[in-house]
């Protein structure tokens, strides 16, 4: 607590510095002076010179996540002391509008949405990257993952974490006791999951409950059904707003998506029928598989944490995750995924120092230490990262095969994809058809 | 006329002279409002309750069973309790957040009160001209939902007023602690056409004759609204103080936008909030916090009800 | 860790710096008040002597400024709502005119978008039954809860309890009744009404997904929260009578039930009025527990709900501000019925 009443007295200091035009050198012995001498801060020469400066984050990031971020920041802090006061909120995406429309942005925040990233740029609030961060960008990610926050050419924020979508979650014990094998393709897949109907247990459980996020997770179901049946090129361009939202290919999808997600003799294992998948909320839609009550869940891999404590999540545990298998293995692994991206509102020195510092190998493996975390940066050594599902996630990421694409509800404009879409999807498992289903969130886009 | 009870549709014909039977039936009669008072009041918090049971038990069974298996099952635990209480980390502890809340809170009480029992005077005994236009107009603006006010109150406080290219009002720049004022600021704003309505519903019905009486004496307005006026409100401005704390230790959305998330200046509301992980996963720690924020308006209003109801009676009684 | 109170010193500091604001401005305000006038008044009594001794004319004796003393009296109040309501009021006015991201001018777009999108059209009509019930349910609900708990036993007892649920906020009233609503299809229920259901025998139901029953289901939460504030007031109210009328009601032989018509309900009319508008008014926000309980989902949706996705979530600030504007519109029937009452109060 002491610690916290020195800093607080630096913040108020450096900010009236700030703005008297003075030097921050000038408001006397700061206790927390920067440590650049020390061996281990090496690393961190070219963010130094900014000492007693301080930069604001926010992020939709709480709870314990944030302490970890506040931990993985920590040494980068001491050595070029630099203050990072990060801020997370349940209501990050509509306050983050409000802040900067209220003249009060952060310096950097953590987007998860290409789509709101771009209308921060279109109303010219975010910064272009520097030239160090550009290049850091450029040397640790691939182009495939920077284009997300590329607009007409110019790179408006470097990626940080990320996460695999397309997961199946299961419990290999169940599995090896009732003989079940793990499907490689879409057509395994259904006939596994006729064969659990048969022996009586409901094969799958979902649920897309999630307060005022009602529905994301059908709307990653869809996505990752999509990639499947029509592959990359027609995602992109449903994406893009290329093909109509109910173009008849998308409809397919939607359908086939169906096949599973509506189909009584399937659903939804320890809940109910088809319908409680509206009102089963998405952290507890897996847990029926750890009491045999559902063999399958398809969730991202950040759902390693949603377990019941004590559950083992590791290969040969209590649960695992294997891909969700492709339609025709031959054309390649299509990849769902998301991830967020730390974009500028301020283009000062010391914003941009941290900038760069949060693109870089040092930072990536200092955060996947910490556990529950993995990035698409090139840099990140698997061996870093302790958690099997993320170990799997890693893998996917880096093999040359993996046709990554990000979330598509991410892409869209917000109306859409953080609106109609997900009350779509919501109408959609509560018995509307597809087409209107696809219809109505056609019109909604402008 | 203690016993006197009028209850609705109880078709007990009270004679002039009330005889023995009368007063019995009267007796039975109030006893059974007392019953069904009672069995109404607890059905209205068994919601409540549930969750106040869910609190005390272990997170799988709050997420598996019913509240009221606890009753032939009792697992209980305090679990919930310790990790809205004492867990620590980068986000600092409870009690910082408790007394941000106050510091919050009482303030932003306090101005609106005075201010608006000043507005609220002015509007009902001064004479002047288009009175009743500026009591609808601050009536009407009720209605303006606070979401659309963030905005531009933010932008007042943190680029100041700029007509035509004049800075007429600076930015207000304030860090930690300081934040404080930019709440207490909103809050006041949000909460007066409210409180003048209330007010000058009080205000305006009391009795003419104390203010003519007054003013023939040669009190000026002043005078009259701190000595008469004052004490004869007493009830009104309890009632609305309790409405207005009950609203701003609730609130979230203000806070978080003026305040910031932090634990320098964020309240209760916003570490609750925070409390259930960034996926919602530790949501079973919601049943304790809940009942951790409750105490304190609870407190409150039960601290001030006999105060509150006895003050009110004053100010509806019109000659 | 050892709680650290020097490091909330700053907080008290600054709340300390509050209060002293605020007795500096309502003190000041009313010595400005007092003293201001006194000195006129000496002034005006300096000059009067200075003229009959001088044999001047007498001045012409000014009326009192009452205009000016009201303008002090309403001072801050009107600051506050010009920065606080009455800027951001025009302002959504205006943006409800332009298009998403304020750039340039759209007319009448946002509004026809309005009346023709089906699932706005919905919301409309929700927000309509919610503004017509729960009024009329609480009041009613608060009214008889009054009456029948007058003078019984256990009174405050009986009143903290219903009024406890205005202690808690709407967010955490939607997460109580979200529990009592739950579903479960296998297995054990965990929410209340399920389980009665189940043990009458019958099915157990998906209440938040049955529209129109889940609107009726919310607008139980709204009035299970309200109806203390409406007990409270009108409570206040029905002791206020003055215990003679009630004697003297008694000693002409009027029933209870007449007494009810004839004595209380005319007695309390002022504060049945503010119990009715404040509700309407508060009905006509609600938000918080909407978007809790069903973020607007399964045909449930209210205009402050939608009026915030659109404007803050999709970054459809048109959109947003056009429905804040209808919200501004739908409060003019209670206006126009204040100014009748204010007129009557003022002749009667």
New interface residues.
């Given amino acids: 607590m002491a610690f916290a009443r020195s800093r607080q007295a630096l913040a108020i200091a450096g900010v009236l510095g700030l703005a008297l035009g003075v030097t921050a050198c000038g408001t006397g012995n700061d206790k927390k002076s920067s440590n650049a001498s020390k061996p281990e801060c090496a690393a961190y020469e070219k963010y130094q010179g900014h000492d007693g400066k301080k930069v604001t984050i926010y992020s939709s990031i709480r709870d314990i996540e944030a302490d970890r971020l506040d931990q993985s920041w920590k040494q980068f802090e001491d050595c070029t002391g630099i203050d990072i006061d990060h801020e997370g909120s349940g209501e990050f995406e509509a306050q983050l509008g409000v802040r900067v429309d209220g003249g009060n942005a952060p310096d950097l925040a953590f987007i998860p949405q290409p789509g709101l990233l771009k209308r921060f740029v279109d109303s010219g609030k975010i910064k272009e990257v520097g030239a160090d961060t550009k290049a850091m960008a450029e040397q640790n990610f691939t182009p495939d993952w920077l284009k997300y926050s590329t607009v007409n050419g110019k790179l408006y924020g470097v990626p940080l974490g990320s996460n695999v979508k397309s997961y199946v979650w299961y419990s290999p014990k169940t599995f090896k006791d009732k003989g079940w094998s793990v499907p490689t393709t879409w057509d395994e897949l259904i006939a596994l999951s006729d064969k659990i109907a048969a022996s009586g247990t409901k094969p799958w459980c979902a649920g897309i409950e999630s307060g005022d996020a009602t529905g994301w997770p059908a709307t990653d179901w869809i996505e990752d059904v999509l990639l499947r049946t029509q592959g990359v090129e027609v995602y992109d361009q449903w994406t893009t707003h290329g093909i109509p939202f109910n173009d008849p290919k998308v409809a397919d999808a939607v359908d086939k998506a169906g096949t599973i997600l509506k189909n009584e003799k399937y659903m939804n294992g320890g809940f109910g029928g088809v319908k409680s998948i509206a009102t089963t909320s998405f952290q507890e839609a897996g847990t029926p598989i750890t009491t045999g009550k559902c063999a399958m869940h398809r969730q991202a891999s950040f759902y390693a944490n949603q377990w019941p404590e004590g559950t083992k999540v590791a290969e040969d545990g209590d649960v695992f995750a294997f891909y969700f298998p492709a339609v025709d293995p031959s054309k390649g692994k299509p990849v769902l995924g998301a991830g967020e991206f730390v974009s500028a509102f301020a283009d000062r020195p010391e914003v941009q120092a941290v900038q760069t510092y949060l693109a870089s190998g040092e930072y990536v493996n200092s955060r996947a230490k910490i556990g529950d975390w993995l990035s698409a940066n090139k840099k990140l050594d698997i061996n870093n990262v302790p958690n099997p599902v993320d170990k799997l996630s890693v893998q996917i990421l880096q093999d040359p095969k993996t046709e990554f694409r990000f979330d598509g509800s991410d892409l869209m404009p917000a109306a859409v994809g953080a609106g109609t879409f997900w009350k779509g999807m919501v109408d959609w498992i509560n018995g509307k058809d597809t087409t209107t289903v696809l219809n109505g969130i056609e019109g909604s886009w402008k | 006329?203690?016993?006197?009870?009028?209850?609705?549709?109880?078709?007990?014909?009270?004679?002039?002279t009330p005889g023995r039977a009368a007063r019995v039936r009267k007796r039975l009669n109030?006893r059974t409002?007392?019953l069904?008072?009672?069995v109404?009041?607890?059905l209205?918090?068994?919601?409540?309750f549930?969750?106040f049971i869910?609190s005390f038990r272990p997170?799988?069974q709050?997420?598996?069973?019913?509240?009221?298996?606890f009753f032939s099952d009792p697992q209980f635990t305090l679990e919930n309790y310790q990790e809205v209480l004492f867990s620590?980390?980068?986000?600092?502890?409870l009690?910082?957040y408790f007394?941000?809340s106050?510091?919050i809170t009482?303030?932003s009480v306090?101005?609106p009160l005075?201010?608006?029992s000043?507005?609220a005077?002015?509007?009902a005994w001064?004479?002047?001209?288009g009175?009743?236009w500026?009591?609808?107009a601050?009536?009407?603006?009720?209605?303006?939902?606070l979401?659309?006010?963030?905005?531009?109150?933010?932008?007042?406080?943190?680029?100041g007023v700029t007509v035509a290219g004049v800075q007429i009002l600076p930015a207000w720049?304030l860090?930690?602690?300081?934040k404080?004022?930019q709440v207490?600021?909103?809050h006041?704003?949000?909460a007066?056409?409210?409180a003048?309505?209330?007010l000058h519903?009080f205000i305006?019905?009391l009795p003419g004759d104390l203010m003519e009486a007054a003013r023939v004496d040669g009190a000026?307005?002043?005078?009259i609204?701190?000595t008469i006026v004052l004490p004869l409100i007493t009830?009104a401005l309890a009632?609305f103080g309790i409405?207005q704390f009950?609203w701003v230790w609730?609130?979230?959305?203000v806070a978080?936008?003026f305040a910031?998330?932090?634990?320098?200046t964020a309240p209760l509301?916003v570490r609750l909030?925070?409390?259930?992980?960034?996926?919602?996963?530790?949501?079973q720690r919601?049943t304790a916090g809940?009942f951790v924020?409750?105490v304190v308006?609870?407190i409150v209003?039960?601290s001030l009800?006999?105060f509150?109801?006895r003050?009110?009676?004053?100010?509806?009684?019109?000659g | 860790m050892e709680f650290d109170f020097a490091a909330e010193q700053p907080k008290f500091l600054m709340l300390m710096y509050g209060l002293i604001a605020f007795v500096g401005v309502v003190g000041g305000l009313l010595l400005l008040l007092d003293v201001v006038p006194a000195w006129f008044a000496r002034r005006r009594e300096e000059r009067l002597v200075a003229a009959v001794a001088s044999g001047t004319p007498l001045p012409r004796r000014r009326k009192p400024r009452e205009g000016v003393i009201a303008l002090f009296f309403l001072l801050p109040t009107l600051l506050f709502l010009l920065v606080g309501l009455v800027v951001p009021a025009i302002r959504t006015t205006l943006l409800s005119f332009m298009d998403k991201d304020s750039s340039s001018w759209v007319g009448l777009a946002n509004y026809s978008w309005l009346f023709s999108e089906d699932s706005i059209v919905r919301v409309l009509i929700n927000s309509l039954i919610w503004v017509l019930l729960v009024p009329l349910a609480a009041t009613a609900f608060g009214l008889i809860y009054a009456v029948l708990v007058d003078k019984a036993r256990f009174e405050a007892v009986a009143k903290s309890l219903i009024f406890l649920p205005m202690a808690i906020s709407f967010v955490g009233a939607a997460i109580i009744w979200k529990f009592v609503y739950a579903y479960r299809g296998d297995g054990d229920q965990i929410g209340l009404l399920n389980q009665i259901v189940v043990s009458l025998g019958g099915e157990p139901k998906q209440w938040l997904l049955e529209s129109p029953l889940n609107t009726f289901l919310l607008i139980v939460i709204m009035v299970w929260i309200q109806a203390g504030f409406a007990m409270v007031v009108l409570s206040a109210a029905i002791k206020a009578i003055p215990a003679d009328i009630v004697e003297a009601a008694r000693l002409d032989g009027v029933s209870p039930w007449q007494m009810f018509w004839q004595i209380t309900m005319p007695s309390i009319r002022p504060a049945l009025i503010v119990v009715v508008v404040t509700l309407s008014i508060a009905t006509l926000k609600v938000f918080d527990i909407v978007r809790t309980a069903t973020n607007g989902n399964y045909d449930t949706n209210v205009i402050a709900t939608e009026m915030y996705n659109q404007a803050f979530r999709y970054q459809e600030n048109g959109h947003g501000s056009a429905l804040a504007v209808f919200l501004f519109v739908l409060v003019i029937p209670i206006v126009i019925y204040q100014i009748r009452n204010l007129r009557q109060q003022r002749e009667g």
């Fill in positions: 006329m203690t016993t006197a009870t009028p209850t609705v549709g109880a078709g007990v014909q009270a004679t002039g109030s409002a007392t069904v008072s009672i109404i009041a607890l209205w918090t068994i919601p409540t549930g969750l869910s997170e799988d709050i997420k598996t069973t019913g509240w009221w298996t620590t980390g980068s986000s600092g502890q009690a910082s007394i941000n106050l510091a009482i303030p306090l101005f005075a201010f608006a000043l507005a005077y002015a509007l001064i004479n002047f001209k009175r009743d500026v009591y609808i601050i009536f009407a603006l009720q209605i303006v939902p979401q659309m006010a963030l905005v531009p109150l933010l932008k007042f406080f943190s680029t720049d860090v930690d602690e300081q404080f004022a207490w600021f909103a006041t704003c949000f007066l056409p409210f003048v309505f209330l519903n305006s019905q000026t307005h002043p005078k609204f701190r009830p009632a409405f009950l609730n609130d979230l959305l978080l936008i910031g998330g932090g634990d320098e509301t909030a925070e409390l259930a992980g960034t996926r919602g996963n530790e949501w919601l809940a924020s409750i308006p609870l209003f039960l009800q006999r509150f109801v003050g009110l009676l004053a100010g509806s009684v019109k």
